[in-house]
């Protein structure tokens, strides 16, 4: 079992950054972390994934909303997740998960509670 905690939500304007981190910890998270994301809520709409990353090798991938702006990386020594948001615009509003994949699974199937992001006009 994994247990995952946001941090690094709150409210900036238009045109902010914000970094959000997860911190995963667990029996032997290190050696059984296949890939890493990160996805969103807005109110009224579907959750959606926003950037991911193979643990491992550090691949990447973003959203086609976020490219450009949004930075995802991690650092293994820390079991840490970043996400840098920045040129942040009022759509980016949204509860802000992160989920974490183990080897041999399917999907995404441990999240945390989730960090509000509110960007203000």
């Known amino acids: 079992q994994v247990q995952l905690v946001e941090s690094g939500g709150g409210l900036v304007q238009a045109g902010g950054s914000l970094r959000l981190s997860c911190a995963a910890s667990g029996y032997n998270f290190r050696s059984r972390a296949y890939a890493m994301a990160w996805f969103r809520q807005a109110p009224g709409k579907e959750r959606e994934i926003v950037a991911s990353?193979?643990?491992?090798?550090?691949?990447?991938y973003y959203a086609d909303s976020v490219k450009g702006r949004f930075t995802i990386s991690r650092d293994m020594a820390k079991n840490t997740m970043y996400l840098q948001m920045n040129s942040l615009k009022p759509g980016d509003t949204a509860i802000y998960y992160c989920?974490?994949?183990?080897?041999?699974?399917?999907?995404?199937?441990?999240w945390g509670q989730g960090t509000q992001v509110t960007v203000s006009s």
């Open positions: 990353i193979r643990w491992s090798q550090n691949l990447p």
């Open positions: 989920a974490a994949q183990f080897v041999g699974a399917s999907d995404y199937h441990s």
